[in-house]
C-alpha cells in the first residue's frame, strides 16, 4: 500500500495576504457646551413651570448623589459675631459649663479682617476655656457665617497677673526641699534607706 502526500502548494507571491475592513462611515456627534447647558437647563417635567439648574440636577442624579445649595459665605462683621458669640455663651450656660460661660462673657471681641478675629481674656486660666471650647466655638462661627476659613486667635490682657500657687512655680529639687522641710521625717527616711533622689 502506497500513500502519496499532498503536493506542497508554493505561494507565488512574496508578500503577505492582507485583509482590512473599513469601518463604516457613522458621524460622531460632539456636545458642545451649548448644548449641554440647553439639556440641562430644560425642565423635564411637564407642568409647563421652570426649574433652576439645582432643582434639574437633583432630579436627574439626586440618586447617586446628595446635591446642594453652595450658600455665599459672609464676610466677618461685629454684629452677627456677637451675636454668635452670646447665643454659644447661654450654651456654654445651659451646659452648665459656668467657669467657661463667665469666660466668655467679659472676653472682648475684635475683628482683624474678612476671615480673623481676636478674642482678648483677662489671665491665662481664661485663654485655656476659650482654646478647650475652640472646636465647638469654630463649627457655630463657621455655620453662621457660611465660610469655614474663618480662624481666631486669643490674648491675653497685658498687665493682668495671676496668683499662681507655689507648688506650681517651683521645680522638681525645690518642691522635694519644701517637703523635707515641711514633713522633717521625708529627709529622715532618705538617709536611713540611703536613698539618692534624681532631680
Known amino acids: 500500500m502506497?500513500?502519496?502526500s499532498a503536493p506542497a502548494v508554493k505561494n507565488?507571491?512574496?508578500e503577505p495576504l492582507v485583509h482590512t475592513i473599513e469601518p463604516p462611515q457613522v458621524p460622531i456627534e460632539v456636545p458642545t457646551a451649548n448644548r449641554i447647558a440647553s439639556?440641562?437647563?430644560?425642565?423635564?417635567s411637564n407642568d409647563g413651570n421652570k426649574k433652576n439648574l439645582l432643582a434639574v440636577l437633583q432630579k436627574k442624579y439626586g440618586e447617586k448623589y446628595?446635591?446642594?445649595?453652595?450658600?455665599e459665605?459672609?464676610?466677618l462683621?461685629?454684629?452677627?459675631l456677637r451675636k454668635c458669640w452670646d447665643e454659644y455663651t447661654q450654651y456654654l450656660e445651659k451646659a452648665l459649663k459656668h467657669s467657661a460661660a463667665g469666660t466668655f462673657k467679659f472676653a472682648v471681641l475684635s475683628i482683624e479682617d474678612e476671615t480673623h478675629f481676636t478674642i482678648t481674656v483677662p489671665a491665662l486660666t481664661a485663654q485655656k476655656f476659650v482654646e478647650q471650647e475652640r472646636m465647638n466655638?469654630?463649627?457655630k462661627v463657621w455655620e453662621s457665617f457660611h465660610n469655614r476659613a474663618i480662624q481666631f486667635n486669643i490674648l491675653v490682657a497685658a498687665g493682668e497677673k495671676e496668683d499662681v500657687p507655689l507648688h506650681l512655680s517651683l521645680n522638681s529639687k525645690q518642691k522635694y526641699e519644701r517637703m523635707a522641710t515641711q514633713y522633717p521625717l521625708i529627709a529622715e527616711l532618705k538617709t536611713k534607706l540611703n536613698l539618692e533622689v534624681y532631680f
Open 66 to 71: 446628595e446635591i446642594e445649595e453652595v450658600i
Open 137 to 139: 466655638l469654630l463649627e
Open 39 to 44: 439639556s440641562v437647563a430644560q425642565p423635564s
Open 77 to 80: 462683621s461685629m454684629e452677627p
Open 73 to 75: 459665605s459672609l464676610p
Open 12 to 14: 507565488k507571491t512574496k
Open 2 to 4: 502506497v500513500i502519496e
